[in-house]
T-cell receptor, first 114, second 113 residues
Framework: QQQVKQSPQSLIVQKGGISIINCAYE??????FPWYQQFPGKGPALLIA?????SEKKEGRFTISFNKSAKQFSLHIMDSQPGDSATYFC?????????????FGGGTRLMVKP | DTAVSQTPKYLVTQMGNDKSIKCEQN?????MYWYKQDSKKFLKIMFS???????INETVPNRFSPKSPDKAHLNLHINSLELGDSAVYFC????????????FGSGTRLTVV
């Protein structure tokens, strides 16, 4: 059972456009929602994260929108650049057995065309 | 450099062999993890250690055994390798038991032939 569902699986955006990736979760115990960016041959790197007490968080061109009642959150990349081409993972974390366990969505492969 | 480092980066081995992957973090974190990324890029947790104690052990074959000699190291030993074990294995670490997300290593690509 996939606890965090991510869409779309792949996304092509023109340079300067807005990239939008969506995630939905079921477990109401999740209390931390990070997004990770992964380039080929590299490990996932933390991009931006949000906690459920706020509805939006912005860092530069990256914004997380969070809807607690709908159990959905999304990543918006404004003014998308070719260097943003990577695989993006949403994730959700909850306290589990003396630690916080991070569960990942299935990933979105983003390609930004010049 | 402060980081999570894994060795080796690539590992090609025959079915039935035993192999180990090493992981070290110099971030002063208290918790370390092993994740498996399959060919479809799906990331799934395997194990987690907090201060050298096993706290998460997901459904993983007994052939996989983690070992944490100290807080800065978490190694993964795999016995009797099978074709289906081919994947990229990521080590990660976190502070405060993962409350602020994880820092990942660059991965070990394991290919079983």
């Amino acid at each position: 059972q996939q606890q965090v569902k991510q869409s779309p699986q792949s996304l092509i955006v023109q340079k300067g456009g807005i990239s939008i990736i969506n995630c939905a979760y079921e477990n109401t115990a999740f209390d931390y929602f990070p997004w990770y960016q992964q380039f080929p041959g590299k490990g996932p790197a933390l991009l931006i994260a949000i906690r459920p007490d706020v509805s939006e968080k912005k860092e530069g061109r990256f914004t997380i929108s969070f809807n607690k009642s709908a159990k959905q959150f999304s990543l918006h990349i404004m003014d998308s650049q070719p260097g943003d081409s990577a695989t993006y993972f949403c994730a959700a974390s909850h306290y589990y057995n003396a630690g916080n366990m991070l569960t990942f969505g299935g990933g979105t492969r983003l390609m930004v065309k010049p | 450099d402060t980081a999570v480092s894994q060795t080796p980066k690539y590992l090609v081995t025959q079915m039935g062999n035993d192999k180990s992957i090493k992981c070290e973090q110099n971030l002063g974190h208290d918790t370390m993890y092993w994740y498996k990324q399959d060919s479809k890029k799906f990331l799934k947790i395997m194990f987690s250690y907090n201060n050298k104690e096993l706290i998460i052990n997901e459904t993983v074959p007994n052939r996989f055994s983690p070992k944490s000699p100290d807080k800065a190291h978490l190694n993964l030993h795999i016995n009797s390798l099978e074709l289906g074990d081919s994947a990229v294995y990521f080590c990660a670490s976190s502070k405060e038991a993962g409350r602020y997300g994880y820092t990942f290593g660059s991965g070990t690509r394991l290919t079983v032939v």
